[in-house]
């Protein structure tokens, strides 16, 4: 049977995957309640549609950091693809190439940097970087990444610590190996359980010194509040992904797409907003774009994907949103991305 949505490829993974892997990758911090949260937030958010607008070609492109893709739908980081797919991470690269839209490779990477880019060598790739306590290790990570063609660094800055996380993969940390953290002088891999903790000390003065070592643009992943949308702009940061980790991080924060309107509100249009979490259908996307933000980062789902048939797999849920989002600015009267605003949503009183 095809598989016609993107909860059908959830289905699909929970039967194929082991049972450790499944909840490795669908884990939520304590009861998974903003991992729910992130889902049933869009629910509260209904569609004023505008007809009689001519909607015979719609435009799904748009631009991030200058860069243009052919929807606002791109790959979030997510760690050890080589669990879903024997290919891992050059299996979502070839994906995101054929898709045209941009991949976030995260620093818990099963394949190495340079297997993922000769993958897909001309595909929109950015780098996410977990801040290790290795001062000379990010430099050599953040010099490779930019050798390499990465067009953004991307900090997730919500690990100062590893969440509350209430299940246990300790089985599969054993065989994991992470293949761009060995230590500059061997360059070797690294096995999951032996790596270093996150560099819980990182703070706003240090961004001046990732700023020192590139050019690429500054990408701040998991900003909440407007405090801290503030203290990025103020920083010459150059996007923000608002985002909770999915829900595995600090649990009864804001769903993400709830703290999107005032981070977008917080940077009055100075730099690009970005969100990642409980997108699902292309409403989600169109209600995304309609608060504020540039485009969207799919994260479990491209999983799913992988797990089903791999590349081929990642690009059906990558195409099935691609449809589902022009059928929902098609039903809505949106001729393009610009054209989608906040006077196309309210908020339910339910």
Known sequence: MPLLCLADFQAHAREQLSKS???????????????DDNIA???????????????????????????????????????????????????TARAARAAGVCYITSTYASCSLEDIVAAAPEGLRWYQLYVQPNRQLNKQLIQKVESLGFKALVITVDVPKIGNRRYNVTDLKKSLLLKNLGSPEKGNSVPYLQMTPIDSAICWDDLSWFQSLTRLPIILKGILTKEDAELAVKHNVQGIIVSNHGGRQLNDVPASIDALMEVVAAVKGKIEVYVDGGVR???????????GAKCIFLGRPILWGLAYKGEHGVEEVLNILKNEFHTSMTLTGCRSVAEINRDLIQFSRL
């Open 41 to 91: 937030a869009f629910k509260k958010i209904r569609l004023r549609p505008r007809y009689l607008k001519d909607v015979s070609k719609v435009d799904l492109q748009t631009t991030i950091q200058g860069e243009q893709i052919s929807v606002p739908i791109c790959i979030a980081p997510t760690g050890f693809h080589c669990l879903a797919w024997p290919d891992g991470e050059m299996s």
């Open 281 to 291: 259908t292309g409403n989600d996307v169109l209600k995304a774009l309609a608060l």
């Open 21 to 35: 892997t499944w909840d490795y990758i669908e884990g939520g911090a304590d009861d998974g309640f903003t991992r």
